[in-house]
């Protein structure tokens, strides 16, 4: 069950709480106000110009949205997992180390750049 009060003044609230709290078995009084509300007028806009499509074709040889990074690229979860399984291997001091070494001490605060010289380094471990 799901109750939701609306109060509109401090002594809406005292009226509540004295009527539900079960120190007055008193009915509410008429005086609870009624909230009113402002009628809200809609204002037509024109409607949006139209815009024409080209209907050019596109570029034979689209530059790539990024460029090649060099060598492998490694995410988030395959450092972890390569750390994790270092630090379940015994070698938690040489990963501490490592990411410290990075200016580091949590690998969320690695530069997702240094991913490919951690893992590297992970892998001499």
Partial sequence: ?????KFYSPDDIMEFVRYFGGNNPQPVKDSVKTPTFKKQTVEESAPAPVTTES????????APAEPAAEGPGYTLEEVRKKLATLSKEGKKDQVQQLLASFGVSKLTELNAGDYPAVMEK????
């Fill in 122 to 125: 992970a892998g001499k471990l």
């Fill in 55 to 62: 209907h050019e074709a596109p570029a034979a040889n689209p």
């Fill in 1 to 5: 069950m799901e109750i939701t009060a």
